[in-house]
């Protein structure tokens, strides 16, 4: 996967569509704009989980995240303001607040990878198969795949029940 | 290109666009949208590291599985909680979401 042209050229392809889909995702003000670049960013990271050896997670990704949640998204677009009404402008302070804070962050994060000696583990264990996900799902980590499934159902009722009632209550 | 570097500084800056969402949109919808940006540049971050580094490669993937159904869970309850405060305030505007303020 790592030699050759072409997936070299695939791979920075990958990129720029990932970075290209986060910045539309996050800039204009028009909320539809977001959720598509949204959808954009996850299918290059999607793309790029294939890149890093696992096609089994690039499809769940793209099952999930671009499937659901994005449509999802979606569907609570019909409750932000009518693109007709005029915006209010940004405050520049706000602006260049968020650019700074994000821009710090982003220069730790890179002064830690840059410091950091990243070693190998001694000895490891190269099994990238969806059989040994399987295993492992439900000997070791059996009991945080149940706890997931219970959170799943949980959160599915309350939604059910905090969008259904909330009038009501209050 | 096939290094872990490359990977984690693809995840930083995703994260960095996803904190400068969460930071300046006043949309609630925009600000879920850039949680889904920062994790995702977590769960890349995982995936790298199972890639390059980890012991045992199968658990970097498990986790990355996780953080899926976290977000799903999460994106569901949010999507309700918006449509509840719409109905008490008539927008999703952060700033006019102010009623537990102190």
Not at chain 1, 151 to 167: C, D, E, N
Request: proline share 3%.
């Amino acid at each position: 996967m790592s030699h050759g042209v072409l997936p070299q050229l695939g791979f920075y392809g990958l990129v720029i569509l990932t970075f290209s889909g986060a910045m539309i995702a996050v800039f204009p003000r028009n909320i539809l704009y977001n959720v598509l670049g949204l959808a954009l960013a996850l299918s290059g990271v999607a793309g790029l989980y294939v890149y890093l050896g696992s096609l089994f997670i690039g499809l769940m990704q793209l099952l999930i995240y671009v499937g659901a949640i994005c449509i999802a998204i979606v569907f609570a677009i019909m409750l932000s303001r009518p693109p007709h009404i005029a915006k209010p402008k940004r405050k520049t302070s706000k602006l260049v607040g968020g650019i700074g804070a994000s821009v710090l962050i982003l220069c730790v994060n890179l002064g830690i990878i840059y410091k950091t000696a990243w070693k190998p583990a001694a000895e490891r264990h190269l099994d990238w198969s969806v059989k040994t996900i399987g295993d492992f799902l439900l000997t070791k980590y059996v009991l945080v795949f149940e706890v997931i499934s219970l959170v799943l159902l949980v959160a599915m009722l309350g939604a059910i029940i905090i969008s259904r009632y909330s009038g009501r209550v209050s | 290109m096939n290094s872990l570097t490359f990977y984690l500084v693809i995840a930083a800056i995703l994260f960095s666009f996803g904190l400068f969402g969460v930071l300046t949109r006043r949309s609630l919808i925009a600000v879920l949208i850039s949680i889904e940006l920062m994790l995702n540049s977590a769960s890349l971050n995982f995936m790298a590291f199972n890639k390059f580094v980890a012991p045992d490669t199968a658990i970097g993937q498990i986790y990355t599985l996780f953080i899926m159904g976290i977000a799903a869970a999460e994106a569901a309850i949010a999507l309700s909680i918006f449509l509840a405060l719409f109905r008490q305030l008539r927008s999703i505007n952060i700033e006019r979401a102010r009623e537990l303020r102190g």
